[in-house]
């Protein structure tokens, strides 16, 4: 993980050196021709961007959980990927010639996902996994009087070497946040290309329409939706509100502020953070071993226990479901399955203790409790052997599971973006906040609608 990062951190040095070096001479020429014509406009060369997404702002913490982006650029030619494809496309489309002004710049992204219950360590059936992704790009943005063609050329890495798990521990430890527990199960490691083509059209500078193409092994979509404005208004097309859309502010020679709202709809065919898809390779090679109530079945039939069912789910979910925290209404359940409590008590006399700690604790189950769940399991020694063979068959076959586990896509989804943007020659500010329809077939008890802030900032100089 950490010579990525290291090899991630030196390409962005000897790119930004190598910037510097063209913009030296590019300020070179321009003070030359201002000599010539003091009419020019003085308007920056270079932008320095930082971004960070996060959803705790919008009292959420799943999914799409966290984002940081650096990004480094100039409103002039810089050669990368990304504008060398503008070239091929000057020399092939004449109106890619006739732009009226340009952006390139390169850019580091990482993203963290999480499933809803960050709590317990083995697969969390029916939810999204953990993944995390990094990924170095270069951006070009064209634009023209009232419209605006976007390209960005990626290179990353899905999986541990993109550092999410450490990443999101240091950030749980200054926050006092509990660490999600199930890192263990992330998307294993592989490398990503991806192609991002955004175009955005402007009849008038409140009301526009904006178009995506993803292509790669990250994410293969298509977005489509309006943009609306309101407010002091210079720029004659908008910039990207949140990382989704990486089009660049536009260089302005006035303050500008306004509010913006927009809605997409988006056909997705591929995302990386899920593994899935009609011909993913990472297809779930144990579908049932996520299933807890499925384990939980296995677990019953070969214990052969005389217990009641509600006790034995209790002595199966602490020692082999991570101590998953329990619905209320399967609580409630539990407790009248065990009603009353004084027949336990003379073969369990710590009985009490435990249901305090597996019925009505929201956290990790105790180490005492995991210690009473095992004397329980093992109770008078008479199913030793086969009890012992059937810890080792769970914890086998959880392990081979979370190996190859996927959750199948969602094609179709909805995303509502709104905020604030403000706006000067020598600086700008980005507030958004998206909601949008989860990216996957979730289990029945999780929210099918995800939310999170995005904060974009920057100085032009």
């Given at each position: ?89 000057k020399k092939l489309i004449p109106v ?28 969390a059936h029916g939810e999204r996994p ?300 980005q507030l958004a906040a998206e909601i ?26």
């Amino acid at each position: 993980m950490s010579l990525l990062k290291q090899a991630f951190f030196v390409v962005i040095i000897v790119i930004l050196s190598h910037s510097n070096f063209f913009s030296l001479q590019s300020e070179e020429k321009t003070s030359k021709d201002n000599t010539l014509d003091n009419s020019v406009p003085t308007t920056a060369k270079r932008v320095l961007k930082l971004g960070i997404e996060n959803d705790v702002i919008l009292l959420s913490d799943r999914e799409y959980t966290h984002g940081t982006r650096l990004e480094y650029g100039q409103y002039e030619f810089l050669h990368s990927p990304s504008a060398w494809i503008f070239l091929g496309l000057k020399k092939l489309i004449p109106v890619f010639a006739d732009n009226s002004k340009e952006y390139n710049g390169y850019a580091l992204t990482q993203k963290l996902f999480t499933p809803q219950n960050t709590i317990r360590k083995d697969i969390a059936h029916g939810e999204r996994p953990y993944a995390g992704y990094m990924q170095a790009s270069s951006i070009s943005t064209y634009w023209w009087k009232q419209s605006s063609f976007t390209v960005e050329t990626g290179f990353g890495e899905i999986g541990s070497n993109a550092g999410g798990e450490y990443f999101q521990s240091q950030v749980h430890k200054v926050i006092g946040a509990t660490h999600p527990q199930g890192w263990k199960n992330q998307i294993p490691n592989k490398t990503i290309y991806q192609l991002n083509l955004d175009y955005k059209y402007f009849w008038i500078k409140e009301l526009g329409i904006q178009t995506t193409v993803k292509i790669g092994n990250f994410d293969t979509s298509a977005s489509l939706g309006p943009i609306f404005r309101f407010g002091k208004i210079v720029s004659p097309v908008s910039g990207g509100f949140t990382f989704n859309d990486p089009t660049s502010v536009y260089p302005v020679d006035d303050t500008e502020y306004y509010f913006f709202i927009k809605p997409e709809a988006v056909y997705q065919s591929w995302n990386g953070t899920l593994q899935a898809g009609k011909d993913s390779f990472q297809k779930m090679k144990h579908h049932t071993s996520a299933d807890s109530l499925y384990r939980y079945a296995i677990f019953d039939a070969l214990t052969r226990s005389e217990e009641k069912p509600g006790f034995q789910f209790l002595i199966f979910n602490t020692l082999f479901n991570a101590g998953n925290p329990i619905s209320n209404d399967l609580s409630l359940l539990i407790a009248r399955d065990l009603t009353p409590i004084s027949d336990y008590k003379f073969r369990y006399p710590t009985i009490e203790y435990f249901l305090l700690e597996t019925l009505l604790n929201e956290g990790l189950p105790s180490r005492t409790a995991r210690s009473l769940a095992y004397s329980y399991l093992l109770g008078d020694g008479t199913n030793l052997n086969n009890n012992l063979i059937v810890a080792s068959k769970i914890f086998l076959q959880n392990s081979e599971g979370s190996k190859h586990y996927a959750v199948p896509i969602r094609n179709f989804q909805g995303k509502l973006t709104l905020g604030f943007a403000l706006q000067r020659p020598d600086w700008f500010i980005q507030l958004a906040a998206e909601i949008s329809t989860l990216d996957y077939i979730p289990s029945a008890d999780i929210s099918l609608v995800h939310r999170y802030a995005s904060l974009q900032a920057g100085l032009k100089f």
